[in-house]
């Protein structure tokens, strides 16, 4: 078999290889690479394999001082060795992405103009209006695949973090690589900043985005619209996921955009998904069936409407009609419960109005409406009370609690309340990971309900089957497959979520149902090939050195 061979005409050498992160090596270039591409003497004479380097960075890394520190640590190595990075994220999953995602991205956003060293990513201001297109061609890559983009207005539970926030779309493409092995080249994290509301940014002599107050109403649709009809002019063939736009513009872009192009948002369809996928593997632990359930869920915004629609839909796929699926499925928002009588609900919410007297807390909502299932979607920390689980465990044998809220900080109870105040009966998830838990002798293992299970496989089923469209019948497939994945082995743990280590493996088979379902509903014009999964798996980037001569 040939050796993969760095077209040395066509790329750089010497100082500009070792300064370009998808390409370089670093102490691993070998005693050939170092004399044929001019390396000899920029490097130390000891040349190391990859896995001796993995394991450097690795003990570099945990001699970091806090999490900030070790984000920094690996945000620098991705940018001077990609494939290394990429190594050392793949083979310690379960260790670093808490570090890579939530809930140090959280921090990291935070600080996001503090801790800026070198740009990533591609910032469009309100300012770019007219020529977004002719600036987006100052991105490097042309094969773009999957742009994931944010405007920074809800930072995971952090509220609006403007121009900061870039730290999630880069985060988001990082796992997309990381978990399906999409080519980073391909990935492309867009910042749209239209401002920001944070006074606290608004007044912060380093903060790195505009300082002027959020564009809003026609101008604002203008500024996305020239986004969405530019990105897809110069990359046709991406995918668009929208993260963490405040929760008025993120239902209707969706509304907006989801006919006519290749998106869907995270948010509230990768959310509804991953959890549905949670309520499948409960339920297959503890016994029950979904149309049996109630659901009550704190927060009524975008994750939380979206796993009232998905889970209403397969409800309903399981026979119920809507109306008996919706009665089954009820909110709190911040105002308290969602009901009919209510003068201030959005479209949105009005859909899931029971109709039933209103309540102002979520204590009397579970002691009047008995669920089987609370979820907490509210980014309110600590809003699952000793009280509300106790409750919970007095209603239910096995209550299943899924506290999604991110960063930690902002989760609605921590894995050791769940456990402690359901006298060690709940079957328990969160957004965010905490570590396994002891009681009186027992051990629980914490399920993280993590979106990186679904969407990094959705995206790459659209680029295998080369999709036109992202369909919810896709993400209700991807939950379908996510619960397949889980094993009696994890159930022994009281994990309802695979095993981070497993999912390249997740991924690939989320991707082939996503595709599957492309081909059979005609949204696409390629040909279904013989082999679909030899071809998703062809396409995954694996992030191994390869010899350039
Ligand atoms: P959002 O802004 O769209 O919705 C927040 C909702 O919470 C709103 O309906 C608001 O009325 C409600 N709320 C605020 N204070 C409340 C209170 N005291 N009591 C009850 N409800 C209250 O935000 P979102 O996109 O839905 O995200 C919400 C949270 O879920 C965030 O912390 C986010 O990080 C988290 N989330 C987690 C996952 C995951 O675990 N995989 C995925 C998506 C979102």
């Given at each position: 078999?040939?050796?993969?061979?760095?077209?040395?005409?066509?790329?750089?050498?010497?100082?500009?290889?070792?300064?370009?992160?998808?390409?370089?090596?670093?102490?691993?270039?070998?005693?050939?690479?170092?004399?044929?591409?001019?390396?000899?003497?920029?490097?130390?004479?000891?040349?190391?394999s990859q896995a001796e380097r993995a394991q450097h960075v690795m003990n570099n890394m945990r001699r970091k001082s806090g999490n900030l520190e070790k984000y920094i640590y690996l945000s620098s190595l991705q940018d001077r060795n990609e494939k290394l990075f990429y190594r050392i994220l793949i083979d310690n999953m379960a260790e670093l992405m808490p570090l890579v995602y939530t809930p140090t991205v959280g921090l990291a956003c935070?600080?996001?103009?503090?801790?800026?060293?070198?740009?990533?990513?591609?910032?469009?201001?309100?300012?770019?209006?007219?020529?977004?297109?002719?600036?987006?061609?100052?991105?490097?890559?042309?094969?773009?695949?999957?742009?994931?983009?944010?405007?920074?207005?809800?930072?995971?539970?952090?509220?609006?973090?403007?121009?900061n926030g870039m730290g999630i779309p880069v985060g988001k493409l990082?796992?997309?690589?990381?978990?399906?092995?999409?080519?980073?080249?391909?990935?492309?994290?867009?910042?749209?900043?239209?401002?920001?509301?944070?006074?606290?940014?608004?007044?912060?002599?380093?903060?790195?985005?505009?300082?002027?107050?959020?564009?809003?109403?026609e101008k604002y649709d203008a500024l996305l619209d020239e986004f969405m009809t530019a990105s897809t002019k110069l990359f046709p063939r991406a995918i668009i996921q929208?993260?963490?736009?405040?929760?008025?513009?993120?239902?209707?872009?969706?509304?907006?955009?989801?006919?006519?192009?290749?998106?869907?948002?995270?948010?509230?369809?990768?959310?509804?998904?991953?959890?549905?996928?949670?309520?499948?593997?409960?339920?297959?632990?503890?016994?029950?069936?979904?149309?049996?359930?109630?659901?009550?869920?704190?927060?009524?915004?975008?994750?939380?409407?979206?796993?009232?629609?998905?889970?209403?839909?397969a409800m309903v796929e399981e026979g119920l009609s809507v109306?008996?699926?919706?009665?089954?499925?009820?909110?709190?928002?911040?105002?308290?419960?969602?009901?009919?009588?209510?003068?201030?609900?959005?479209?949105?919410?009005?859909?899931?109005?029971?109709?039933?007297?209103?309540?102002?807390?979520?204590?009397?909502?579970?002691?009047?409406?008995?669920?089987t299932v609370i979820i907490g979607a509210s980014g309110q920390p600590s809003t699952f009370t000793q009280a509300v689980l106790e409750a919970m465990a007095r209603i239910n044998k096995r209550p299943i609690v899924f506290a999604l809220s991110n960063p930690t900080s902002q989760s609605e109870c921590t894995a050791e309340e769940a456990y402690r105040f359901t006298d060690k009966r709940a079957i328990f998830a969160s957004g965010s990971p905490f570590p396994p838990v002891e009681i009186d002798g027992h051990n629980f293992v914490p399920g993280q309900a993590n979106n990186c299970y679904i969407f990094p496989g959705v995206g790459l089923g659209i680029l295998a089957s080369e999709a036109s469209r992202v369909t919810d019948e896709m993400f209700t497939a991807a939950a379908k497959v996510l619960d397949k994945e889980v094993s009696e082995e994890d159930f022994i743990l009281g994990r309802i979520y695979p095993s981070l280590?497993?999912?390249?493996?997740?991924?690939?088979?989320?991707?082939?149902?996503?595709?599957?379902?492309?081909?059979?509903?005609?949204?696409?014009?390629?040909?279904?090939?013989?082999?679909?999964?030899?071809?998703?798996?062809?396409?995954?980037?694996?992030?191994?050195?390869?010899?350039?001569?």
């Open positions: 078999m040939s050796k993969p061979k760095l077209v040395i005409a066509e790329s750089p050498q010497g100082i500009k290889l070792l300064n370009a992160p998808h390409l370089n090596k670093g102490t691993s270039f070998t005693e050939a690479e170092r004399d044929e591409l001019g390396l000899r003497g920029l490097l130390p004479p000891r040349v190391f935070q600080e996001y103009s503090k801790i800026f060293r070198k740009p990533r990513g591609f910032f469009i201001s309100k300012y770019d209006r007219n020529r977004i297109e002719e600036i987006l061609q100052n991105w490097p890559y042309r094969d773009v695949r999957v742009i994931v983009v944010t405007d920074g207005e809800r930072i995971l539970g952090l509220g609006d973090l403007g121009a990082s796992l997309y690589t990381a978990c399906a092995g999409i080519d980073p080249e391909k990935c492309l994290p867009i910042m749209i900043d239209a401002g920001t509301n944070n006074n606290e940014l608004l007044s912060d002599a380093s903060y790195i985005g505009l300082q002027e107050a959020r564009l809003r109403g929208f993260e963490d736009f405040g929760n008025a513009n993120a239902f209707r872009l969706l509304e907006k955009y989801r006919n006519n192009y290749c998106t869907f948002n995270d948010d509230i369809q990768g959310t509804a998904s991953m959890t549905l996928a949670g309520l499948y593997s409960s339920l297959r632990m503890i016994g029950g069936k979904l149309t049996e359930q109630r659901l009550v869920v704190l927060g009524a915004g975008e994750a939380a409407l979206g796993i009232g629609s998905l889970v209403v839909s109306e008996d699926a919706r009665s089954l499925c009820w909110f709190v928002d911040s105002k308290g419960l969602v009901v009919a009588g209510r003068t201030d609900l959005s479209e949105h919410k009005r859909r899931f109005a029971q109709d039933y007297p209103f309540h102002r807390d979520l204590l009397t909502v579970v002691e009047a409406v008995k669920p280590s497993r999912i390249r493996e997740v991924s690939a088979n989320i991707a082939l149902a996503v595709a599957k379902i492309a081909f059979a509903r005609g949204l696409t014009q390629m040909q279904e090939p013989a082999d679909l999964m030899g071809l998703i798996k062809s396409m995954m980037y694996d992030p191994i050195y390869k010899e350039y001569v």
